[in-house]
């Protein structure tokens, strides 16, 4: 089963874990977190993600951190020595709990997933609203107010 390991600006990889633990109680335990505070340097950072992997004894990794280009996606970068992994920048919640719910998978797979998932995941959901109630009222239907 593929190791799941989440390196984020503090303290979102561990909110994102809290909230994987609300829905998957039995899987949390098995998701690796890293928060990365402002303050650390980086070697110190990519000392603990390359502890927290050795402990695990995990061979293979999908590493989600949050932001293309800031120091956890360049620490998740620099970890996966001598383990089979892939790095996923962008991490949100929907795309985590896609993860988890297919960790099973061959490597590759599980990332397209996790991907998918992230990204539609992504719905603008206010803004389509107010148009399709107004869109109603000019074709002489009977509007219906409801309370937001």
């Not at 932001?67 to 919640?93: E, H, M, Y």
């Not at 590759?108 to 959901?125: H, K, Y």
């Amino acid at each position: 089963m593929v190791t799941l390991f989440v390196i984020a600006h503090a303290p979102l990889a561990s909110a994102l874990r809290a909230c994987v633990s609300h829905v998957f109680p039995d899987e949390a335990k098995d998701l690796l977190t890293l928060d990365v505070p402002a303050d650390e340097a980086p070697e110190q950072t990519v000392a603990h993600a390359k502890a927290q992997i050795a402990a695990s004894g995990a061979t293979e990794v999908l590493v989600l951190s949050d932001v293309f280009g800031g120091t956890p996606c360049n620490v998740a970068a620099l970890i996966t020595d001598g383990i089979q992994s892939r790095l996923v920048t962008g991490v949100n919640l929907p795309m985590l709990m896609r993860a988890v719910t297919y960790r099973a998978e061959a490597l590759d797979a599980l990332v397209n997933r996790a991907v998918a998932g992230g990204t539609q995941g992504v719905i603008a959901v206010g803004a389509a609203a107010p148009q399709n109630q107004l869109r109603r009222a000019e074709n002489g239907q009977k509007q219906h107010h409801h309370q937001q």
